[in-house]
Structures are given as C-alpha cells and as structure tokens.
C-alpha cells in the first residue's frame, strides 16, 4: 500500500521569505509521480510542481522547487520569495501509472505580512 | 487553458435522497476520477474510470455510489441515498494518460440535512 505523510499541519512564514514544506512517502513501486496541490480557501485544487520519479534533476517552477531523495522517500517542497497568495492548504501526492493519487494529510501554510 | 468542469458548485440535499453531481472532464482526457474531501481532512480516491468502466474503487465506493459516462462528455457520480455522512466536497478529475497529471475541477460542495 502506498502512504503519503506530511509531519507538519500548519507552519507559518514571514511574505518575501523561504519555506520549505516536508513530505515523506512509502511505496514498493519503482516508477512513479510525486506532486504538490495547493488548496486555497476557495478549496480548488491547483497543481503547483510535479516530479517523475525517474528523473534525478529536482523539479522547478518559479518559486517553487522540490528536494527529492528518491532513497529516502522524501519530496520537500521549497517556497521562495513568499507572498500573500501562497497562503494555502498544501497537500503532497503520489501516484504510479494510470492509478488512483494518494494524498497526504496537508500543511496548511500562512504567509504573514 | 482547458479546465474541467464541476457542477452545481454547491448542493443542499435532504438525507435519503438520490444526488448526481455533473463533471466535464477536459475534452482529449481518457481517464476520469472522484475524489472525496471531508471538511478538515485530505483527498480521498473514490473511483477512476477509463475506456467506459471502472477501473479501480476505494472501499469509500460502495454500492450507493455509481459513475457514469452518459454521451461522452459528462461523467457523473451519483449517490443513490444519501447519508450525513456524505457531506463532503466533492472532485472530479482527468487524465490525459495514466501517467499524466490530474487536473482538478473546482468542486461541487454536497450538504447533507
């Protein structure tokens, strides 16, 4: 079975700051996906990054970016620059081909002005 | 950008009743999923659905739950009879692959009275 686990539920980060977001994960599969969805208050779901567990570059987007330790199971996902916007519920997910997301219990995060 | 379309955005339904809540997948997707997110807790897989069948259920889908692909644009999941328990907001999601990112639809918010 796979499981998803994010340790921190809320975490708090002073606007043009760095905040790093952790996520661990269990799995016996060998190919598989890794995401982080942000979840405003308006409660959609909106991709922020995406990683493929076969590649061994870290994902970028902007200001967001993951540190992923394939060996450890571990996909953080680092926030520069931080704004009022980033304010969110932040999940982890994973997913192996044509299967269902598992999510992680999320990080909810305040950026504060 | 092409989105995937949820409606009615919120419904109010009397415990016993049936509910269908409507989803337009992204056109060119195949693979079409629900999710299930009570208030307060993470993203729970209900169901996927590819090449016009199931193609993998959480224990959450049980008999109450059905999905649908009436005409080929619409996916629909519908609760035969509701319980207070199903208050939740609800997801739809497609793929364009098994191995692609699921974009989301903006929810449909179920209360149950």
């Known amino acids: 079975a796979q499981t998803v686990t994010q340790s921190q539920p809320e975490m708090s980060v002073q606007e043009a700051e760095t905040v790093t977001l952790s996520c661990t994960y269990d799995?016996?599969?060998?190919?598989?996906?890794l995401f982080w969805y942000k979840q405003p208050p308006s409660r959609q779901m909106i991709l922020v990054i995406r990683?493929?567990?076969?590649?061994?570059q870290n994902a970028t987007e902007n200001r967001f970016s993951v540190n992923f330790q394939k060996a450890a199971k571990s996909f953080s996902l680092k926030i520069s620059d931080s704004q009022l916007g980033d304010t969110a519920m932040y999940f982890c997910?994973?997913?192996?081909?044509?299967?269902?997301?598992?999510f992680g219990t999320g990080t909810s995060l305040t950026v504060i002005p | 950008e092409p989105e995937v379309t949820q409606t009615p955005s919120h419904q109010v339904t009397q415990m016993g009743q049936e509910v269908i809540l409507r989803c337009v997948p992204i056109?060119?997707?195949?693979?079409f999923y629900w999710y299930r997110q009570i208030l307060g807790q993470k993203v729970e897989f209900l169901v996927s659905?590819?090449?016009?069948?199931?193609?993998?259920k959480s224990e959450i889908f049980d008999d109450q739950f059905s999905v649908e692909r009436p005409d080929g644009s619409n996916f629909t999941l519908k609760i035969r009879s509701t319980k207070l328990e199903d208050s939740a907001m609800y997801f739809c999601?497609?793929?364009?692959?098994?191995?692609?990112?699921?974009?989301f639809g903006d929810g449909t918010r179920l209360s149950i009275l």
């Open positions: 997910a994973f997913m192996y081909t044509g299967n269902q997301f598992y």
């Open positions: 056109s060119n997707h195949l693979y």
């Open positions: 999601a497609s793929g364009e692959t098994g191995d692609q990112p699921q974009h």
């Open positions: 659905f590819y090449n016009n069948e199931i193609s993998e």
């Open positions: 799995t016996s599969e060998s190919n598989y996906y």
């Open positions: 990683q493929e567990a076969y590649k061994q």
